[in-house]
């Protein structure tokens, strides 16, 4: 109890202070890796926003506008793309930014042995070459149309002078203590478990950021997040849709929608013989009511989904395809054909009369994630599969769970770029096909589209994949999120994008 006041007193006393040093406070829900390069959840990339910048970063439409790069040229077909960098940068640490980091952070990227998670979205890198200390020349072995967008996703630049020859996920000195970047902030003090203490880089190329400094808190608990944004310990939570009604109507809280280009899922380990069979994942499509789920958990704050294309990429979302309802019956009916019936209790088994059992994994403390699973949990059981929850802290979950491959089935999310290229999370054997899905038509269908840059042709391709992932589901996709903000009202300068875009520019923001 003394350490749980101690805890408390801390936090108030740094609420306090935040707002009077105009320090921005937010919240993340696990210890941060903090080198894009091996970032693999959600609150890394959220700090390494501020840290790391790229060449290119997103506007408000999601389309690529300089950043580390002042320009750039596509030719030879759309095979070359020559960036000229910016001349004035420096690292946090005061040594210049030039072309050598770049040309380190791409080969580090696509180099296998490296441990990147983003070799599969730059597969198409064939060489890149610095051109002088301020050019870099990138050479792609194929037309590539989303690699200016990926660019801007979550591609920071490293530095080669400090990282060159290292081992990228064994340097916990760089990775989780002190990270050198060109970002408009720069890493003053981590305290595992508790916080990571930002403060402005005055030499930011870009002019000194408006506000002092940023303090990421680590609150795994969304409930504690909200109280925390009510008391003004924190400055911006996102909040689902359970939290809304604790924060409407609260003086210095303003609420915002963002597009989130999000799928939540279940993932299948496709590795347990229990998934191997489509029917199966086919037939968990009909076993969940997702519409209870989007009207009651959610209520109504979400999509309803058809494949893992979310409404919010609106130029390839295919609206016409009919989406899988609820129906039991139907569920039974494909199980059945892929061996598996209810026994004389109810219990679906085999032809040898083994359960169909296993155990559904999600992270604590965010009450829609727990109570979806919850609702999946009830309505697998009720077509007779032994399914268990268990929850996890999101961090652990993903480290020694998801990355390893070391579950049954785990609820979940992604996050994709502005781009309807899923190649590396649905393609056979990439960086983030946690599911282990393997479909070779979807293989060739998600390599044309990311190879096409006709918009027309492209759209066909991914209706094309996404009628396919309804026939053998990667995935059962249980919605598509709207990203609902609730921010303090004297945070502005925040431009109107969901908070991992929107951190790209955090030298405009400003607490009044």
Not at 231 to 241: F, R
């Amino acid at each position: 109890m003394k350490r749980t006041l101690m805890t408390l007193g801390i936090a108030l006393a740094c609420g306090v202070a935040g707002a009077q040093t105009n320090i921005l406070q937010l919240p993340l829900i696990n210890d941060p890796i903090m080198n894009p390069l091996i970032a693999p959840d959600l609150g890394s990339i959220l700090v390494n926003k501020v840290i790391f910048s790229g060449l290119v970063r997103p506007d408000e439409n999601l389309q690529p506008v300089p950043d580390l790069a002042k320009s750039w040229t596509v030719t030879n077909g759309g095979l070359v793309y020559t960036f000229a960098l910016r001349d004035n940068i420096r690292w946090h640490d005061g040594e210049p930014f030039t072309a050598d980091d770049v040309v380190y952070t791409f080969k580090t990227a696509i180099n296998p042995k490296s441990g990147s998670r983003l070799a599969s979205d730059f597969s198409s890198i064939k060489s890149v070459e610095a051109k002088g200390k301020y050019t870099v020349r990138f050479v792609l072995s194929r037309p590539f149309a989303p690699f200016l967008i990926l660019l801007g996703h979550n591609a920071g630049i490293l530095p080669k002078h400090l990282l060159d020859g290292k081992d990228l996920n064994s340097n916990t000195a760089f990775n989780r203590q002190l990270p050198i970047g060109t970002g408009p902030f720069k890493v003053s003090r981590v305290v595992p478990g508790a916080s990571v203490t930002l403060e402005a880089n005055k030499d930011y190329y870009g002019g000194a950021p408006k506000l002092a400094g940023i303090t990421f808190k680590v609150v795994p608990d969304l409930n504690t997040q909200v109280a925390q944004l009510r008391s003004g310990q924190l400055d911006w939570v996102n909040v689902e849709p359970s939290n809304l009604a604790s924060v409407q109507g609260v003086p210095n809280i303003v609420i915002k929608q963002a597009n989130a280009i999000q799928h939540f899922l279940v993932f299948f380990n496709l590795k347990n013989p229990l998934f191997t069979a489509p029917k199966v994942r086919e037939a968990m499509q009909y076993a969940v009511n997702r519409k209870a789920i989007i009207d009651g958990i959610l209520k109504g704050y979400a999509d309803y989904p058809t494949g893992t294309i979310p409404t919010a990429l609106r130029t390839y979302y295919d609206k016409t395809i009919k989406p899988i309802t609820y129906d039991p019956a139907q569920a039974l009916k494909l199980l059945a054909q892929a061996g598996w019936k209810p026994d004389a209790k109810g219990a679906l088994v085999n032809a040898k009369g083994e359960p169909f059992k296993f155990t559904l994994i999600v992270d604590k403390g965010n009450a829609t994630r727990e109570q979806s699973a919850l609702a999946v949990q009830q309505d697998l059981k009720k077509i007779g599969m032994d399914v268990t929850l268990q929850t996890l802290e999101f961090g652990t979950l993903v480290r020694d769970y998801l990355i390893p491959g070391k579950y049954d089935a785990n609820l979940i999310w992604w996050t994709t770029p502005p781009d309807p290229d899923q190649y590396s999370f649905y393609a056979t054997g990439q960086d983030n096909n946690e599911a282990a899905w393997s479909n070779a038509k979807a293989d060739t269908l998600l390599k044309r589209g990311r190879e096409t840059v006709d918009p027309v042709v492209r759209k066909n391709i991914y209706n094309a994949f996404q009628r396919l992932t309804m026939q053998d589901p990667p995935v059962l996709v249980l919605y598509y999120p709207k990203e609902i903000q609730a921010i303090s009202k004297d945070l502005t300068g925040v431009p109107d994008l969901g908070i991992r875009d929107a951190l790209r520019y955090s030298e405009r923001f400003q607490l009044r």
